[in-house]
């Protein structure tokens, strides 16, 4: 997930190169030179490899139709200016471009599911601009919700989204698209998910996504453990379902930190001040200019 930036290339390929130029001594300097400058530069293409992939999408125009369905599907776009809606589009472009999102099977998917998919991933990570999502999990979108054992698609089917440790994104199209329909409740299926595997990244699921500042870290987990119990007594603004486990609290309140951030804050307003810190945004303070109730 860190940002690598042309320095850290750089420095990565000429330690490369240092090392095998020390290695190679008895063929000469000219012959060690020669081996560690090749070495320097095939490690500079590996490690740069996404980088210039993603300078190569955002040199293609943003599709036009692609922009409207932002317009009118992510209420979070909307209430960007400009210069942030430019960015937040080249994140979409880039997250479409580098993550395989597809049906069950590999079926194809129309475009504004795989951009309310796009849209959700970014809006956790918009925050820390240079934060990238490993390409390791595909997404699978199912048409409705699913079950567990055969993910199959039925009326009794328990699950609108799943995360395993390290297997795909698995999400019901149904709730996918309610999710941005209604951007005030506080349920957003795609946010949940994502909040999971920001927290699957360290290789274990407990509630602590990847880039919580380490200060603050301790001071979560307490405070998690009382939100979970005030959670499960219904004296909080989450969902029960936040009671769950660490890893439930912190991907409901992410859902309500981004849908119900004023409420949130009102209500829990060490939480709030948490995931602010976390995820280096503040929604309470925007405007909801197209707001359509108060919270």
């Known amino acids: 997930m860190a940002r690598i930036d042309r320095s850290s290339l750089v420095a990565a390929a000429l330690g490369g190169g240092v090392a095998v130029l020390a290695s190679w001594q008895p063929l000469g300097a000219a012959g060690a030179a020669l081996a560690g400058t090749l070495v320097a530069f095939a490690l500079y293409l590996g490690l740069s490899r996404r980088t210039r992939a993603r300078r190569r999408v955002l040199e293609r125009p943003f599709p036009d139709e692609w922009r409207t369905l932002l317009e009118r599907r992510v209420v979070y776009y909307r209430e960007l200016d400009e210069r942030e809606r430019g960015r937040f589009r080249q994140e979409v472009a880039c997250f479409l471009a580098e993550q395989t999102i597809t049906g069950p099977r590999g079926a194809p998917l129309d475009d504004e599911l795989r951009l ?50 390290q297997g795909p994104i698995l999400l019901s199209a149904e709730a996918l698209r309610e999710g941005f329909e209604d951007a005030y409740d506080g349920r957003n299926v795609a946010l949940h998910e994502f909040a999971h595997v920001l927290d699957y990244e ?94």
Request: net charge negative; charged share 30%.
């Open 116 to 165: 309310l998919c796009a849209s959700a991933a970014v809006m956790l990570v918009f925050g820390r601009p240079g934060f990238r999502y490993p390409v390791l999990r595909d997404i699978v979108v199912y048409a409705a919700a699913f079950d567990e054992e055969d993910f199959q698609v039925s009326r009794e089917g328990d699950f609108e989204g799943q995360v395993h440790t």
């Open 202 to 295: 360290k290789g274990e699921s407990d509630g602590v996504p990847i880039f919580m500042p380490a200060p603050i870290v301790e001071e979560w987990r307490e405070l998690t453990l009382r939100e979970m119990e005030r959670a499960s007594t219904g004296r909080s603004v989450l969902d029960d379902y936040a009671a769950e486990s660490e890893a439930e609290l912190f991907a409901v309140a992410t859902e309500a930190f981004f849908e119900r951030p004023r409420g949130l804050r009102r209500r829990h307003p060490e939480l709030y001040a948490l995931l602010r810190q976390t995820y280096q945004q503040d929604p309470a303070a925007k405007r909801f200019k197209t707001r359509k109730r108060a919270e």
